[in-house]
């Protein structure tokens, strides 16, 4: 019996990007070098982040972010890799980092027409425990007129263009949506290219996974504990399965591909909640959503929000459309 060759075609970030966009009559190829430059920032930062221990960029470096956290060395790192090839692309107007209080405006030369919110490590407490960690970002167009300002970021997260976020673990995972789906690629290191290995990704309708820090569980108000006793203590069935890492990236990234909820929610203590909504709550909004799930903060839709702040914090719920649905049900 005759068999077929094994498929040996490859797809490339670069180039699934590159046919997207031919699909698309008012494309200008900008976004496209615009992402190829947040992906050599995610080469540069994943080679980093293995070798971290190695390069003494574990510890925390003297420093505080305008959150009040400890920088580590390796967040300093992160935030200059990316600032700098963001600024090189010469497709930026406006850039806000996590690590810097104020927004960075790119100078006339080398300004473009899009906006870039990101947070270079997310989750970087736990870089020395080995847990996974990763960069998140969102990439608004400049509005008509505008030239570069504030107030092109300080809009409903459904207007952004693209977002997406890269996994540094056991392997480098890209995961971007440019408002047609939500696609994965993974690094391979032997030839420096992100493949696409995730296509059209689509979160289930259910899961039976829950992500919550619960070590707050003190603080929780009645709706989510109410909520978390209906999915661990069900009349029928069986229990939810907790999993919750204390990386967003990681948290989302599993709910993303194997449905459920992660939940942020706001409590007594953090009664803004305690997740930034340009830069956290927005990508993973739009990405989530862009996969058929719903995002919510419990009162209202994510993309639906105004910022008044670049570092503004909001509530999250996010995951598959039944688990979230049934949130806002004890939110009602």
Do not use: W
């Not at 997260?157 to 392997?171: I, L, P, R």
């Amino acid at each position: 019996m005759e068999q077929s060759p094994p498929s040996t075609e490859i797809v490339t970030l670069t180039s699934h990007v590159l046919q997207s966009a031919q699909q698309s009559p008012e494309s200008t190829g900008d976004l496209t070098i615009l992402l190829t430059a947040v992906q050599t920032t995610c080469k540069f930062i994943a080679t980093n982040v293995r070798r971290a221990g190695l390069l003494n960029l574990i510890g925390v470096a003297g420093t505080a972010n305008v959150q009040g956290e400890d920088q580590k060395k390796l967040d300093i790192l992160s935030n200059d890799i990316m600032v700098n090839s963001l600024r090189a692309s010469g497709k930026c107007a406006v850039l806000i980092s996590e690590e810097i209080d104020d927004p960075i405006i790119i100078d006339i030369p080398y300004r473009g027409k899009y906006c870039v919110v990101f947070d270079p490590l997310d989750g970087s407490s736990n870089i020395d425990a080995g847990v996974n960690i990763g960069t998140i970002f969102g990439i608004y167009k400049v509005l008509p007129g505008s030239e570069g300002a504030v107030s092109d970021v300080l809009r409903p997260g459904k207007e952004m263009v693209a977002a997406g976020y890269c996994m540094y673990g056991s392997s480098a995972n890209l995961v971007i949506s440019t408002g047609r789906g939500v696609n994965g690629y993974t690094l391979d290191n032997g030839i420096g290219e992100f493949i696409l290995t995730h296509p059209n990704i689509r979160i289930p309708s259910r899961g039976k996974i829950y992500s919550f820090n619960e070590g707050n569980a003190l603080y929780f108000h009645e709706p989510v504990t109410k909520y978390l006793d209906s999915i661990k203590f069900p009349a029928s069935g069986k229990p939810y399965s907790a999993r919750y890492i204390g990386s967003m990236v990681a948290d989302v990234h599993r709910t993303l591909l194997y449905g459920g909820i992660f939940g942020y929610p706001e409590d007594k203590k953090s009664k803004t909640g305690k997740l930034r909504l340009l830069y956290e709550g927005f990508p993973m909004a739009y990405l989530i959503e862009q996969a058929g799930g719903v995002a919510t903060t419990g009162r209202e839709r994510i993309l639906d929000i105004v910022p008044t702040g670049i570092h503004q914090r909001i509530p999250v719920f996010l995951g598959s459309k039944e688990d979230v649905e049934d949130v806002l049900k004890f939110y009602a």
